[in-house]
């Protein structure tokens, strides 16, 4: 699997979007990216993701570069519900690949 | 419509001795999974079961044991618990929708070894 990096942390403001920037230059081309949440140590919660065409559902939206290297996470308006460790994963589901596997995250704290 | 249910939620055990961490799934999920989680990292994948009837271990499976009772029920036994078990343990369960595959996670047991 591809690895990614990400910053280890970022403040946002409540109701600004938070964008949170996933490095995976070594991703390739059928690798999809996905992304977690975990909110203060519960189990990880999936919140959206793409292969290579940018993607919107109710809580985000995920910005993929042409060049599939990089991705950004949308938060379009922050609440401090959202205060939590987010993971950029990058994985094909299936042969040789049977689990996620998380790095450190960005801890995103949303400020009042 | 639970999702994944582990049990117990909170254990205390003493070093040496041993339990089982339940999970259980109402998905019909066919993929499951243990991980464990140290304070201030990341989900380190313990051992996981692509279907009923298999089990391959993960990125730390030393110390662990597994059963896949059935396409339900995945459960992780410590035999002989040690203080570097102390770690929150989730259970996941995937499944897949055209190309879409997602996982899911219990809520996790905090297990401290003293």
């Known amino acids: 699997d591809a690895k990614t990096t990400q910053p280890p942390s970022m403040d946002c403001a409540e109701g600004r979007a938070a964008n949170l920037p996933c490095n995976h230059s070594t991703i390739s081309g059928n690798e999809y990216v996905y992304w977690y949440r975990q909110i203060h140590s519960q189990g990880p919660q999936y919140i959206i993701h793409?292969?290579?065409?940018?993607e919107t559902n109710e809580m985000a939206s995920l910005i993929i570069t042409e060049d599939r290297k990089s991705s950004t996470l949308i938060l379009p308006h922050a609440t401090l519900r959202d205060t939590a460790v987010y993971y950029c994963?990058?994985?094909?589901w299936g042969t040789g690949r049977r689990a996620l596997t998380f790095g450190s995250g960005t801890r995103l704290q949303v400020q009042p | 419509n639970a999702g994944v249910t582990q049990t117990p939620k909170f254990q205390v055990l003493k070093t040496g001795q041993s339990m089982t961490l339940q999970c259980a799934q109402d998905?019909?999920?066919?993929?499951m999974y243990w991980y464990r989680q140290d304070p201030g990292m990341g989900l380190r994948l313990i051992y996981y079961s692509a279907s009923e009837g298999t089990t391959d271990k993960g990125e730390v499976p030393n110390g662990y044991n597994v059963s896949r009772l059935n396409k339900r029920e995945f459960s992780l036994r410590l035999e002989s618990a040690a203080p570097s078990q102390t770690s929150v343990y989730f259970c996941?369960?995937?499944?897949?929708?055209?190309?879409?595959?997602?996982?899911?996670f219990g809520q996790g047991t905090r297990l401290t070894v003293v």
């Open positions: 994963i990058v994985l094909m």
């Open positions: 998905m019909n999920h066919n993929s």
């Open positions: 793409g292969l290579k065409n940018n």
């Open positions: 996941a369960s995937s499944g897949t929708t055209g190309t879409y595959t997602e996982a899911f």
